[in-house]
């Protein structure tokens, strides 16, 4: 028989705020998360915003020994970890720790890494490379690193498919749990803001405000939208089966109904617009989830204010929902987060959560001009009261990935 699995607490460090209750608090304020960037020099480039996760100070959540050689992902994720299991209420011994599992979603964690590895070498030749941060240039590292920080003894897992990768990797943990492998798992994702990554998506024109004469905004299914907000994150939540959290008294925060997954091979770094793999991930979801369409009182967007995501998601929604499309409440946390890459699907899942916590519906920000493709029932500039039960988290990519979960209201 399928088990039943509680999401029981998360830790998260954002562009809005570190913290459950703080980011909770800033996406119901509708508070935008960036900022100019602090991390690395801009001057040269068009963009010079972004959303950094502020005044992140590793010692805070770390302690002072042994930070010297971690990169900044490996340092947000630990700190992650950590408010993690303290939201959880979960203490870790020797006797449960078998039982633990780390799931992780990241695809750009390493890159600053290894570049600045590789530069020493071909600066100083290999002799000159400090050994210690070798390790730093493996994408599992982060992930690894949570286990060793907090002692945890079960399987261990990477999952790197690119925006929607903290989501694949909790429907990894959710497998993992219904095959009584273990009890519970800490997952999520993490991506690091550098130079790099940040240069990537610039030299693609991915970036708002990148392409000559455009304006830097956030504005997902505005007519204005023009790119998204490059930003950065750690998020990662407990899950565990619905026994051990009753057993234990977890808060929890919600249930875990079902997962789709569909590659739609299309083009690379550009959306099918008939939307086919995003419609097939949304159907198996329902499906997985023992739900019909007009179950869903709620979408938390994959709108990231790209052109051609928002309207196809638009497309996706009304050739599956129908007539209902038009009477789900529907909103993007991307227009404040801004397009944290791989841990997205995290962040998305742990804003959905906020809406069983107080019935409210967080906004979509920026929203001022009207797009004829998408006319859908968008939460837009304020949270609206609204009380829902079933939540369907979407994300969905440029390279074909599409993966869906569905969150229920819990009921004990």
């Not at 070798?134 to 999952?159: C, E, M, R, Y």
């Not at 129908?322 to 529907?330: D, G, N, P, T």
Request: net charge positive; charged share 25%; glycine share 6%.
């Amino acid at each position: 028989m399928k088990k039943r699995i509680l999401i029981t607490g998360f830790g998260i460090l954002s562009s809005i705020g570190k913290g459950r209750q703080e980011y909770w608090k800033s996406l119901r304020e509708g508070k935008p998360g960036w900022a100019s960037v602090t991390l690395f020099d801009t001057s040269d480039l068009m963009v010079h915003q972004a959303g950094e996760v502020k005044d992140f100070d590793p010692k805070v959540y770390m302690g002072q020994k042994g930070l010297r050689s971690l990169d900044r992902s490996t340092k947000l994720l630990v700190s992650a970890a950590k408010l993690a299991i303290e939201d959880s209420q979960f203490t870790i011994t020797e006797e449960n720790t078998d039982d633990l599992g780390v799931s992780v979603g990241t695809t750009l964690g390493s890159v600053k890494s290894i570049s600045d590895f590789q530069e020493v070498t071909l600066r100083e030749g290999p002799r000159y490379t400090n050994p210690a941060l070798f390790p730093n240039t493996v994408i599992n590292s982060p992930a690894s690193q949570v286990s060793i920080w907090h002692n945890i003894k079960g399987f261990n897992s990477t999952i790197s498919t690119g925006f929607t990768a903290s989501l694949d990797a909790m429907k990894y943990a959710y497998d993992f749990i219904q095959l009584d492998r273990v009890k519970m798992v800490y997952v999520g994702g993490v991506e690091e803001m550098c130079r790099q990554t940040f240069l990537g998506f610039h030299a693609l024109k991915f970036l708002s405000g990148s392409i000559e004469n455009s304006q830097f905004i956030s504005c997902p299914f505005d007519k204005r939208r023009n790119g998204i907000v490059f930003s950065e994150g750690a998020c990662l939540l407990a899950m565990e089966n619905y026994d051990h959290a009753i057993k234990r008294k977890a808060p929890v925060l919600g249930e875990i109904l079902g997962f789709g997954t569909s590659f739609d091979p299309y083009r690379i770094n550009k959306y099918n617009p008939k939307a086919e793999g995003l419609q097939r991930a949304i159907q198996l979801a329902l499906k997985e989830s023992n739900l019909k369409t007009t179950d869903i009182d709620f979408i938390v967007s994959n709108a990231n204010s790209t052109p051609s995501a928002d309207r196809i998601e638009t497309f996706a929604i009304k050739e599956v929902f129908q007539e209902h499309a038009y009477k789900i409440l529907i909103s993007a946390p991307k227009s404040m987060t801004g397009e944290s890459f791989s841990v997205s699907g995290a962040l998305s899942v742990s804003a959905a959560l906020s809406v069983f916590d107080d019935d409210s519906i967080f906004p979509t920000i920026n929203y001022r001009k009207k797009d004829v493709d998408c006319d859908l029932d968008y939460v837009v500039n304020k949270s609206r009261k609204a009380k829902v039960n079933n939540v369907l988290v979407i994300i969905a990519s440029p390279s074909g990935n599409n993966t869906c979960v569905v969150l229920r209201r819990f009921i004990k």
